[in-house]
């Protein structure tokens, strides 16, 4: 309408959608979200280490077939969400990657190579390392009379997991770091934190790969979804892989 000569725009002030592909995935993190994660990975980190040096001799090779690890798992990735929460409490979920992919034909393609990639990476550097015989989690072969517990930590290993550990390095942290020093460190922060935060040494550059992998599907894809279906499908193989062909393969 006009008033006095001049035109106004009476109609109400919207903010704009931005646009799909960028629906709020580059948002800023507040600083101190930052130094949260950061102190979250750093304890997660030096517990990890600790607890393996405190091991005495070679792990066990029936941890799958406990209900005592099943137990320890969901306590423990049940801590790590609560505080994983309360850190994003208030953040935007699009930012932390909370959203479907800007294509989920081009984030299957992404898996699917994410994988390849990963399986011909650690079976290279596993010649030289023998890093599945470290962790001393996969069972040496099948045993058919503690299925119940097997089963059940499969959920944990290829379900819970995945999913606590994306939101963890892929989802908040990615997001934290990426918006205070870029895209670039974001994928390697991550991925080199995701290595070290299982307390493992001689595998340490198969896990720091495979972050790797994980933090560039998250950023190609725009979404945490596709890597936390690569996390999944990984850790759900290797259990197969175990059972049926070996321990430590």
């Given at each position: ?8 725009d ?14 709020g ?29 405190a ?9 799958l ?18 505080i994983?929460?309360?850190l994003?409490?208030g ?8 959203r479907?992919?800007?294509s ?23 010649l ?10 996969v069972?040496?072969e ?14 944990v290993?290829?379900g ?15 997001a ?8 670039a ?17 001689v ?7 495979f ?10 894809t725009?979404?945490?979804y ?10 759900g193989?290797a ?8 321990g430590?393969?």
């Open positions: 309408m006009s008033v006095e000569g001049r035109t106004v009476a109609s109400p002030a919207v903010p704009l959608e931005p646009p799909e592909g960028d629906a995935g580059s948002g800023d993190v507040p600083r101190g979200r930052l130094l949260g994660w950061l102190a979250l990975v750093a304890a997660l980190t030096t517990l990890a280490y600790a607890a393996n040096a091991e005495q001799g070679d792990p066990p090779q029936d941890l077939y406990r209900w005592s690890t099943v137990v320890g798992g969901v306590v423990q990735y049940g801590i790590i969400l609560a994983l929460l309360l994003a409490r953040l935007d979920r699009r930012v932390l990657g909370l479907r992919p800007v989920w034909g081009h984030a299957a393609v992404l898996i699917v190579g994410g994988y390849l990639s990963i399986l011909v990476v650690g079976a290279v550097l596993n030289f390392l023998k890093a599945g015989e470290e962790q001393g989690l069972p040496d099948w045993d058919s009379s503690r299925a119940a517990p097997f089963f059940a930590n499969v959920v290993v290829a819970v997991a995945p999913i606590v550990e994306e939101l963890s390095f892929r989802g908040l942290g990615f934290a770091v990426r918006s205070a020093w870029g895209v460190a974001a994928v390697l922060v991550t991925s080199a934190v995701f290595g070290l935060a299982h307390g493992l040494v595998a340490l550059p198969v896990l720091v790969v972050g790797l992998v994980l933090a560039v599907v998250r950023q190609r725009e979404s945490l596709p890597p936390i279906i690569l996390h999944a499908l990984f850790n193989m259990l197969l892989v175990a059972v049926t062909l070996g430590g393969t």
